[in-house]
């Protein structure tokens, strides 16, 4: 084959990579600012604002990103997770000491049963236990609405880091396409400064030894 044929055939393959590779980082960052624009957006309708550094707790003090984020309005997934894990998280477990939704539901339906049981019987103790029953239904609907808030939050921070990992996944598109842009030039290059007679590889010729 020839020498200057071969350049080309890479050439031209090399352009149209660089061309696939280029198309795949524009509809990665498409779908990064995409990703970006959304949680932002959607965080900022929130209207959630991180408490600022003189109110913090000492518990609450030692979450590095409370401290960073500190009086910070959130709109980035970043401080979604953060606000979700170290704020709302830390909240949770005092509230229901550590226990869930789901925890917390079986002590309420105990207590159900045992004021329904206390109301037939006319007990003495019914007050007590309702009073206990309006605790822990007060504590389950609060865990339950932070949970929700957490899961949200947590949501928005899993869909940011989407938009993160396209990003990158666009830069090293964009990067592989330069690399084969200069790559195909360098070979159309050569091409053209090929002589058209110039062979690849190709086989030598034996010479004969003439006998007289």
Known sequence: MKRRTLDLLFSIGGLGLAVLLLVVGIVLTTNANFANTYVHDQLSA??????PADKLTDEEKKADCLREYAGQKLTTGKQAECYANEFIGLHLKAIGGGKTYADLGEPQTALKEQVAQA?????????????QLAEVTAQR????????????????YGFSE?????AQGALAMYLGAALLLLLSL???VHAF????????????????????
């Not at 609907?141 to 928005?156: D, H």
């Not at 110039?198 to 010479?207: D, H, V, W």
């Open 186 to 188: 360098a070979g159309l």
């Open 193 to 212: 400064r090929t002589p058209t007679s110039e062979t690849f590889a190709a086989p030598e010729r034996t010479k004969e030894k003439v006998t007289t």
């Open 119 to 131: 109301e037939q019987a006319k007990a003495a103790n019914l007050p007590d236990l309702q009073k």
């Open 46 to 51: 929130q209207h959630i604002s991180f408490k």
């Open 162 to 166: 989407f938009g993160r990992k396209a």
């Open 141 to 156: 609907e609060t865990v339950f609405k932070g949970e929700t808030l957490r899961g949200l939050l947590l949501t928005s």
